[in-house]
């Protein structure tokens, strides 16, 4: 007798509920069975925003990309286009830290490559000596023997080391709170391989690119700009997904999956507590490291490559703060802080200036990050400590003086997936072991991206695989 396909969601985060809403979509003709678990009381994931004394703080993500179009086509479809807002044009810049001062990046530097000479000539983030090594990355030829190669190495053999001291390592560093000399250029930025590729050189890459890139900004990103978020924070996406699946998927908050157990009929008994159940599909959206610890019963290796996925942790301090307490405008996004300053942050995110209404007025918003692959030690520190910690260099580095208005921590342990040298194949790896056991989808951060669009592409392409291999199976 045909019944409809379980499938078990693990995991009520960004991809999770993503991939929850996916299978509701899908399911019109012949809708499947739906559960959603969460071991946390609430979902989200490390999507949390918090309204605290007329400030709307993010604990997690803050915003995403736009010019990934998953999270923005999610949006369209909950009806949430209009509630999205740009980042403020007006102080749409960044700050490095240089000796210990804030100095502004160059306009247009974007990421490693300098798209317009002339602010990098007059910046002063670089020596004289730095600029003309730079510069010589236009008269240097190709390598072509690269298959994968570290952030640090590329950077180093373009453009020299006082780039990646000064610049890249911070820039990059606050994306993925990684180790440049690790991380792999292949699976978090290959575009710039493929500008060495293609052009020889990546400033001649982004000067050709220039123009092409000015006429489909107008075209299309420049609604948003490069980031957008919602007027409500970013909490707003995690409850119209919450309220959209509420009818077709039974969604369990307190809910941690102890347990998997293939059956010898196909599918899958998930443990949860005192209860068990049997699945068809089950789609994990948790770390991968944890994935391990569930399928390592009956899936050795699989789960041995699983745990090749480092993962960093990181600490933010979201503070509230009377503009008159700080001495710096803080005309900009924020201050990334090169590891050469030996400085104890990673990077401060000015939030008031990057998007309306999270303080109030004559207030600032601040968000302050601690630890990451660089200085794992510092995430050891007590809640107190941080906050000593950072009170301290807030002051040393922006003037912030006074009494905050609040100071609020979240803790991030193992959250941040490292995208090492390797990780595409690695991820090969994983999928190839995977695939010795049918019904098991594999979602969120640590694959193809780290990003919510990423998590929120992949969460929907495994409910459109868990759907699709429906065609080749009876279920029965
Ligand atoms: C500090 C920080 C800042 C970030 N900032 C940004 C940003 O500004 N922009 C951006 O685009 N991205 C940002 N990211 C990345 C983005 O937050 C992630 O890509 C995304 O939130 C990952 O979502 P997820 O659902 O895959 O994982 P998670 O959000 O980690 O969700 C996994 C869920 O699974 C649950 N769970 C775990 N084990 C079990 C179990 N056994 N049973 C049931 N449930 C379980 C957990 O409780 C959790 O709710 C940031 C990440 C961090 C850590």
């Not at 949006?75 to 240089?98: A, K, N």
């Not at 100095?103 to 003309?132: C, E, H, N, Y």
């Not at 789960?303 to 009377?322: D, F, M, N, P, W």
Request: some cysteine.
């Amino acid at each position: 007798m045909n019944r409809s396909l379980r499938i078990a969601v693990v995991g009520g985060g960004i991809t999770g509920l993503a991939a929850a809403h996916r299978l509701v979509e899908l399911g019109h003709a012949t809708p499947p069975q739906i559960t959603l678990f969460e071991a946390s009381p609430r979902l989200g994931g490390l999507v949390a925003t918090q309204q605290i004394q007329g400030y709307t703080l993010e604990l997690g993500p803050d915003s995403f990309i736009t010019n990934k179009p998953w999270a923005v086509d999610l949006c369209r479809r909950l009806g949430l286009e209009e509630q999205l807002i740009p980042t403020d044009p007006q102080y749409r810049r960044s700050f490095v830290l240089r000796r210990g001062k804030p100095v502004v990046v160059p306009d247009g530097f974007q990421l490693m490559t300098p798209a317009r000479i002339w602010p990098v000539l007059t910046s002063s983030i670089f020596s004289w000596w730095g600029k003309l090594r730079m510069g010589c990355e236009y008269f240097l030829p190709a390598r072509r023997d690269v298959i994968d190669e570290s952030l640090a190495s590329f950077v180093r053999r373009r453009f020299g080391q006082e780039v990646l001291e000064r610049l890249v390592q911070p820039l990059v560093g606050g994306i993925y709170t990684s180790d440049p000399e690790k991380l792999s250029l292949r699976a978090t930025l290959p575009r710039f391989l493929d500008m060495e590729q293609r052009f020889g050189s990546l400033i001649r890459a982004s000067r050709a690119a220039a123009k092409t890139s000015d006429r489909s900004e107008q075209a299309s990103g420049a609604r948003y700009g490069l980031f957008a978020t919602h007027a409500g924070g970013t909490a707003q996406i995690v409850q119209a997904l919450a309220s959209k699946i509420s009818d077709m998927a039974e969604v369990i908050t307190h809910a941690c999956v102890t347990q998997v157990e293939p059956l010898s009929s196909g599918g899958y008994r998930l443990t949860c507590g005192a209860s068990s159940r049997e699945f068809d599909r089950v789609i994990f959206t948790i770390p991968t490291y944890q994935i391990a610890d569930l399928v390592e019963p009956f899936a050795t290796k699989f789960a041995q490559a699983l745990r090749e996925i480092e993962y960093a942790s990181t600490t933010i301090v979201v503070s509230g703060h009377k503009f008159s307490d700080v001495r710096h405008p803080l005309d900009a996004f924020g201050l990334v802080v090169p590891a050469i300053e030996k400085r104890r942050i990673l990077a401060v995110s000015f939030t008031s200036r990057k998007f309306p209404n999270r303080a109030p007025d004559g207030c600032v918003q601040l968000r302050t990050f601690v630890g990451g692959a660089m200085q794992p030690e510092l995430f050891l520190l007590s809640d107190d400590e941080t906050k000593q910690l950072v009170r301290e260099e807030l002051r040393d580095l922006l003037g912030v003086g006074g009494v905050p208005d609040f100071e609020v921590i979240a803790r991030y342990p193992r959250s941040m997936p490292q995208y090492h040298v390797g990780h595409i194949d690695r991820v090969a790896r994983i999928r190839e072991l995977g695939r010795q056991y049918p019904g098991i989808f594999l979602a969120g951060s640590a694959y193809d991206g780290v990003g919510l669009p990423d998590s929120i592409h992949s969460g929907e392409l495994a409910a459109e695989s868990g759907i699709q291999s429906k065609e080749n199976e009876t279920v029965s």
